[in-house]
């Protein structure tokens, strides 16, 4: 899509996966192309991207799904950070455009099943509408040890922002914290491209699997439609 009206559907997907006896409602639409102007205006109106669905939190009561970037040009590692860039330093990341192999999907599947409890297998269809459509230009990144691939991270490449899709690692090897290595090295990309905002998605204060984005500092929220610093937040 490169302009024009945009029709939005609200979609009900079931319990909230951070939220007990809350339900997930999202206001989202479908597209195969976007603009890098359109695709970062709906960015820093607090939407997210999964596959080729482009949504918003809208749930009933509940407004706990806040968007947040970080200002990766006076980021600064701290003291655990800096010690897990160094734990890494042999792992080896390669970048490629989004496309689906064998070896990436068989670690997806394994991710799944052994860190997130999956009842059941995960499907290539479900993998490759989550993952590698993509209506804008969009890289793998592959992390080795030696010759052995140990994550995978996918990221929104525009011209002047970057957002941080998603990210899997084999779960033997989580003594190396591998997520927080993975975010620092995004953020290092970023400043290595010049580009001051790495988007992460949503922060969300009292959920453990989301609430970790708030070590990575400086960094701005969105809330009341303006993007303010991290230290003024209010609930």
Not at 24 to 37: E, G, H
Not at 87 to 95: C, F, L
Not at 133 to 156: A, Q
Request: charged share 20%; aromatic share 16%; glycine share 6%.
């Amino acid at each position: 899509m490169s302009g024009g009206q945009i029709n939005l559907y609200q979609t009900n997907n079931g319990p909230c996966p951070y939220r007990e006896d809350y339900s997930w409602y999202n206001v989202s639409f479908k597209t195969s192309k976007l603009t890098a102007d359109v695709y970062a205006s709906l960015l820093n109106q607090g939407f997210r991207r999964s596959g080729l669905s482009i949504y918003h939190p809208v749930c009933s009561g509940c407004q706990s799904c806040i968007p947040i970037r970080i200002d990766v040009q006076n980021f600064s590692q701290n003291k655990g950070q800096r010690r897990t860039w160094r734990k890494n330093k042999e792992v080896r990341v390669e970048h490629h455009p989004v496309e689906f192999n064998q070896e990436d999907f068989a670690l997806y599947q394994q991710y799944q099943k052994d860190w997130h409890d999956a009842e059941s297998i995960v499907e290539e269809i479900e993998y490759f509408d989550f993952l590698i459509e993509t209506p804008v230009p969009t890289e793998i990144l592959r992390y080795y040890l030696g010759n052995k691939l140990i994550g995978l991270g996918w990221l929104d490449r525009l011209p002047e922002l970057i957002s941080s899709v998603y990210f899997v690692f084999d779960p033997e090897f989580v003594s190396r914290r591998l997520g927080v290595f993975s975010l620092l090295y995004e953020i290092e990309y970023a400043r290595f491209l010049n580009i001051r905002w790495l988007y992460l998605g949503y922060w969300i204060e009292n959920s453990r699997k989301m609430n970790y984005k708030a070590e990575y500092q400086p960094a701005q929220i969105l809330q009341d439609s303006r993007w303010i610093p991290f230290g003024n937040y209010q609930q």
